[in-house]
């Protein structure tokens, strides 16, 4: 089975930085994926992270570490419309293939 | 339009029918899938497929069926409707699987 671990919520003010931890538990492991969702919306794809290190796509960069089966998403000179929840996700490599696992979210508030 | 459509995109229906949510995608992206999403439960998989006619179950499947014989549609079927079935369901599609594409979601609301 899979678990993932992820705080339930961050505030923080414009401009600032957040780091969203997610920790997870799996039998295998192909790669950690991040999504953002606004209130109402779809989840839109951010990042994904197959092999260790640090990932940087504008202001947000995505980081794995396989052997603490750790990752996390860093948010920077955050702005308003960052507001969302973010979720982390994984596929399992001994599971059937496609059966994903997302956390529960962490709804970040950015506050002016 | 190029993309990945839901219809519809609300539903009210009563326990015991038959429901049938939509998913349509203009990739040609081999995978789909099917999520539901409730509150303090994030995204739930329901079913998923690689391929036309290839399909397989998800985390919580039980009372819900799907099938994919063209590689563009991907319809999920929920049998006999429940309360505990009322959500927010989402289709999504992936060329690679690890980078998903999803849908506006549907929200199903079962009296």
């Known amino acids: 089975g899979q678990s993932l671990e992820q705080p339930s919520e961050v505030t923080a003010v414009e401009g600032a930085i957040v780091q969203i931890n997610c920790t997870y538990q799996?039998?295998?492991?192909?790669?950690l994926s991040w999504y953002q969702q606004h209130d109402g919306g779809a989840p839109t794809f951010l990042s994904y992270n197959a092999l260790d290190g640090l990932e940087e796509t504008g202001r947000f960069s995505s980081f794995l570490s396989r052997s603490d089966s750790y990752g996390y998403l860093l948010l920077q000179e955050l702005q308003m419309k960052d507001s969302a929840s973010y979720f982390c996700?994984?596929?399992?490599?001994?599971?059937?293939?496609?059966?994903?696992?997302f956390g529960a979210g962490t709804q970040v508030v950015v506050t002016p | 339009d190029a993309g990945i459509t839901q219809s519809p995109r609300y539903k009210i229906t009563e326990t015991g029918r038959q429901v049938t949510l939509m998913c349509h995608q203009t990739?040609?992206?081999?995978?789909m899938f099917w999520y539901r999403q409730d509150l303090g439960h994030g995204l739930r998989l329901i079913y998923y497929s690689a391929a036309a006619d290839i399909t397989d179950k998800g985390e919580v499947p039980d009372g819900y069926v799907v099938s994919r014989s063209k590689t563009e549609n991907f319809p999920l079927t929920l049998e006999s409707a429940t309360r505990s079935q009322t959500s927010v369901y989402f289709c999504?599609?992936?060329?690679?699987?690890?980078?998903?594409?999803f849908g506006p979601g549907t929200r199903l609301t079962v009296t």
């Open positions: 990739w040609s992206h081999s995978y």
């Open positions: 996700a994984v596929r399992s490599s001994t599971d059937s293939w496609g059966k994903f696992q």
């Open positions: 999504a599609s992936s060329e690679s699987g690890d980078e998903q594409y």
């Open positions: 799996t039998s295998g492991f192909y790669g």
